[in-house]
């Protein structure tokens, strides 16, 4: 049986009222806060940056998992560690020398973790997957939520598990984009490993209830 974790994504929070939405991540069974950092370059969009991971983190007490969906990742790994990232995750994408970039992520003291957009292969991983904590995979292309999911996801996943199951076991599968009930489950089925769900979690009539109910999909 696949493990299931849950990461809801505070993009989709109400930032009038933060501090409320992570007292009910806080007090839900979720097992990470996931963290969304977009510069407006990498993505048509801009969400928030270390001030808020700061305070998040202040307030939190699951760990932060942190999305940097940004041009020149390297240039900010120390900042977002002193922020309160316990996982980072920079895009394949953006990282023309992404050994080195997962080395500094791990040498700050932090879970490494890399993200695939939707048009990019899993196979290019196979040289870095052994360095790796966590993968990943964009079932939506970044830069906004609420987006429907993109189904070649599910085969995606499924190439992704085989490669980590021969060559770093212990590695993780997070999936983002357009999951709800009937994608989630097919993605643990699939073979992920942790759910980021946004949206979906946060306009539920019960917050604490959908991501038990993801839990236990």
Partial sequence: ????????????????????????????????????????????????????IEKVAEMATKPLDVHLMISNPDQFI?????????????????????????????????????????HTPVHLLDDIIVDLDMVLVMSVNPGFGGQSFIKNSYKKIRLLKEMIASKNPKCLIEVDGGVNFETGANLYDAGADVLVSGSFIFKSDD???????????
């Fill in 78 to 118: 120390v900042p977002f560690r002193k922020a309160g990232a316990s996982i980072l995750t920079v895009h394949y994408e953006t990282c023309p020398h992404l050994n080195r970039t997962v080395q500094s992520i791990k040498n700050e003291g932090m879970k490494a973790s890399v993200c695939l957009n939707p």
């Fill in 1 to 52: 049986m696949t493990t299931r974790f849950v990461a809801p994504s505070i993009l989709s929070a109400d930032f009038s009222k933060l501090g409320e939405d992570i007292e009910m991540i806080n007090q839900s069974e979720a097992d990470y806060i996931h963290c969304d950092v977009m510069d407006g370059v990498f993505v048509p969009n801009i969400s928030f940056g270390i001030p808020v």
């Fill in 207 to 217: 917050p604490i209830a959908t991501i038990r109910k993801f839990k236990n999909l």
